[in-house]
């Protein structure tokens, strides 16, 4: 199919449209289109979103044309308000292959994560977002799958260096006790302040179990990097 020919139809009509229309860049702003009266088309809305599918044909895996598209799918009229999803799901594997592989930005750009961390450092929130935040983490549950793959990430993360240990001590800005040795005084006064302390059996229990896990984490972690 001449997708080319279609497209050149479409956008030729000199009929002037009735009702509401959109503007179209008949060459589009990201192929080096400009906003010139000439370079500009109204179209109806049904037009203008088959006139953008028709582009993602003619030039295949274009990332702003298919982003510009998904987003025109999504929020469309087409097919009586309901989203028209044989398109929508097209736009999608072809904008997920666009950027898969060596077109990812992330790997284009190879400090474009750390560079987008800098930009946050030193940002604070809101306690209007910090309270949208908590309310939207609120009643989230991990599945099974979720639960073993993050305990498999944890368990597979390489020890940390004593390098990035000092750097995290210059990082926190309440270092407390961080770094710190205590006297044999203030160890003294700490003993006494426990004395006749007594812990439930429950308490103990747990206690026991958190130091097996430890143990066994450490065990792993030693045979898995010696």
Not at 19 to 32: A, D, F, M, N, S
Not at 85 to 91: D, E, F, I, Q, V
Request: hydrophobic residues 30%.
């Amino acid at each position: 199919m001449n997708y080319q020919q279609i497209y050149d139809k479409l956008v030729s009509r000199l009929d002037k449209r009735v009702g509401y229309v959109e503007k179209h860049h008949i060459l589009p702003r990201c192929l080096g289109g400009t906003d010139e009266i000439s370079n500009l088309i109204e179209l109806h809305p049904e037009e203008h979103y088959l006139a953008h599918l028709l582009l993602c044909k003619i030039y295949p895996g274009n990332q702003k044309l298919l982003y510009a598209t998904m987003n025109m799918t999504t929020g469309s009229m087409t097919n009586n308000g309901k989203r028209n999803n044989k398109a929508y799901g097209w736009l999608r594997r072809q904008y997920a292959e666009s950027m898969s592989g060596d077109n990812n930005p992330a790997r284009r750009i190879p400090n474009l994560q750390k560079e987008a961390a800098k930009k946050r450092t030193g940002q604070k929130r809101s306690e209007e977002t910090k309270a949208r935040m908590s309310i939207a983490q609120k009643g989230k549950t991990f599945s099974k799958d979720t639960k073993y793959k993050m305990a498999s990430a944890a368990r597979n993360r390489p020890p940390i260096s004593e390098e990035t240990r000092q750097k995290l001590k210059q990082r926190i800005p309440n270092k407390g006790m961080l770094g710190q040795t205590m006297s044999a005084e203030t160890k003294a006064k700490m003993s006494v302040s426990r004395q006749g302390k007594t812990m439930s059996e429950e308490t103990k229990a747990k206690m026991r179990i958190a130091a097996k896990i430890r143990e066994e984490n450490k065990r792993k972690l030693k045979a898995q990097f010696h």
